[in-house]
């Protein structure tokens, strides 16, 4: 994540190429073709993109990623984003340009300066120039943006307190779950080389592509400012009061407490600071039951993935909810130590040195994964676990984003439900 940045200058093109095969629903097994289904309904034009790709491993899980993905997607809806679409467009452009995320970039540039961003705005996030044309709410999201995706990223209280005031609690919630959002989708996209069809061209004004910098070093330089992410120092106090009764929403959102508790059983930190966004924090915790119980990927290599997401978010709370099933994984206590610390990840079995390596391509570099370690992945997990670790990594990419830029102090007794 260190590698976000909007003032980087390059001159190559990669070219990438769609790696997975076209895909049928007569394909699937018969009782999978409800959610085929049911994501065509909630997209209402042809599946593509990042539900294409999970189509491919899960079905359902698509199906709650398009659930979640209304929420940010809809123009015009009484189930949408309380953002307006303008805001959201505009954070869309740029985490397709901090991600180098071709594919994102193509689906929302249109929408972005349908709904007002400026053209010479656009231009300048997708070629890495300085932003000049920035109005003040423009500004306050941008900068927002880039320091939750360098540095240590955290938000400033200056930048918090003008949010707040300009967006309100719910808005600021959403604001960051947006940009998470898009970087949930991304990453599987940016695995797979996702392109946009010519179908979906056809359907769009002409636009210039996002390009892709050619690969970049995917090492993270170590330096003394590297905080623990165990210490008990770090507790802090959350910037938004945290909603865990039912009293504590109007009553037409009480409902939406409901279904979290099914999918978990309790309220959550990290839900109680959702739930400023009822709506959205029912779909997002649904996605998240499926990455908390029903994941096929091998409990060692699951909290591996939450444990790289934290260490390369700086995320405290993303760290403690996986350490305790990380402890009781086969990783051995000397990675736990040694991710903590930043040092090299020397006792890795194959299997975690190819999820280690999959996770840093895409967290870091250019964000995309070379041929050769593509090639190795698939013969080692196979296509659908390989599209399962880079949603499962997005997932807990962006939970971390909330927790920091909430300051969401992990309580003693944290564990993976808790995400």
Known sequence: MRAFRLALAFNHILNPMNRLPPFSESSLPADQQRFFNAVSAIRRRPISGPFLVLMHSSPELCARYAHLGHYFHSRGQAD???????????????????????????????????AGVHPDTAEAIRENQPLLMLNEEES????????????????????????????????VVELVLTLGYFTM??????AFESEITDAQKKLRKSFSPLIVPPARSIE?????????LSDPILQTTARLTLLTNHQDLKGGDQ???????LTRGFISPAFALLLHSPDMAARIAHIGEFFLFESPIPSAIHHLIGLLAARELDCTYTWQAH???????????????ALECGKPLNRLCPSEQLATDYCYHLLRGNHHVSA??????LKQFGKSVCIQIAATLGYYVMMSLLANAFTLAPPSNLSLVDL
């Not at 954070?91 to 972005?112: C, F, K, M, Q, T």
């Not at 409902?255 to 508790?261: A, G, N, Q, S, T």
């Not at 099933?325 to 206590?333: D, I, V, Y």
């Open 185 to 190: 989708i991304a990453l599987p996209l940016n």
């Open 80 to 114: 949408e984003s309380l953002l307006p679409l303008r805001v959201r467009a505009f954070i869309s452009l740029i985490g397709s340009r901090a991600l180098d995320a071709p594919y994102e970039w193509a689906a929302w540039v249109n929408w972005a300066l349908e």
């Open 372 to 377: 050769q370690l593509y090639e190795k992945l």
């Open 220 to 228: 993270r330089s170590v330096t003394a400012s590297l905080k623990p």
């Open 255 to 261: 409902h939406f407490l409901d279904r979290i508790v």
């Open 323 to 337: 350490l305790a099933g990380a402890k009781a994984s086969t990783l051995s206590p000397e990675t736990i130590d």
């Open 140 to 171: 306050l999201i941008c900068c927002a943006c880039q320091q939750l995706m360098s540095n240590d990223h955290q938000l400033s209280q200056e930048i918090f307190d003008a949010l707040i005031a300009r967006f309100g609690p719910q808005g």
